[in-house]
């Protein structure tokens, strides 16, 4: 994971905007490649994700998801391609 200032500036500022959208209950797609933070964060936010009574997931993505309150960590957009983007709010944390 590069430790750099662009990483902690989209780092920070994805996180300030998980723990604004874990309030409208909608889906969250937390998407970048792989050592761009997404783990870290999920697992700095934990406790308030869970509160807020969200899931996470990682590899079983369906269009069933998209109709509760998920957190889906993806590297590869096209998994969810055939999904409307209406049904999500994307953070995009790649550098």
Same mark, same amino acid.
């Not at 604004?20 to 697992?43: E, R, S």
């Not at 998209?66 to 096209?78: E, H």
């Given at each position: 994971?590069?430790?750099?200032?662009?990483?902690?500036?989209?780092?920070?500022?994805?996180?300030?905007?998980?723990?604004?959208?874990?309030? %409208? =209950?909608?889906?969250?797609? !937390?998407?970048? /490649?792989?050592?761009?933070?997404?783990?870290?964060? *999920?697992?700095?936010?934990?406790?308030?994700?869970?509160?807020?009574?969200?899931?996470?997931?990682? %590899? =079983?993505?369906?269009?069933? !998801?998209?109709? /509760?309150?998920?957190?889906?960590?993806?590297?590869? *957009?096209?998994?969810?391609?055939?999904?409307?983007?209406?049904?999500?709010?994307?953070?995009?944390?790649?550098?």
């Amino acid at each position: 994971m590069l430790n750099t200032t662009a990483y902690n500036c989209i780092y920070n500022s994805s996180k300030k905007l998980l723990l604004k959208l874990l309030d %409208t =209950n909608n889906v969250i797609v !937390l998407y970048g /490649k792989g050592g761009c933070g997404k783990t870290v964060l *999920l697992d700095e936010l934990q406790d308030k994700i869970q509160d807020r009574g969200y899931q996470i997931e990682f %590899t =079983n993505i369906t269009e069933n !998801l998209f109709t /509760k309150k998920y957190i889906i960590s993806l590297y590869d *957009l096209n998994k969810i391609s055939h999904i409307n983007n209406s049904k999500y709010f994307l953070i995009n944390m790649n550098l």
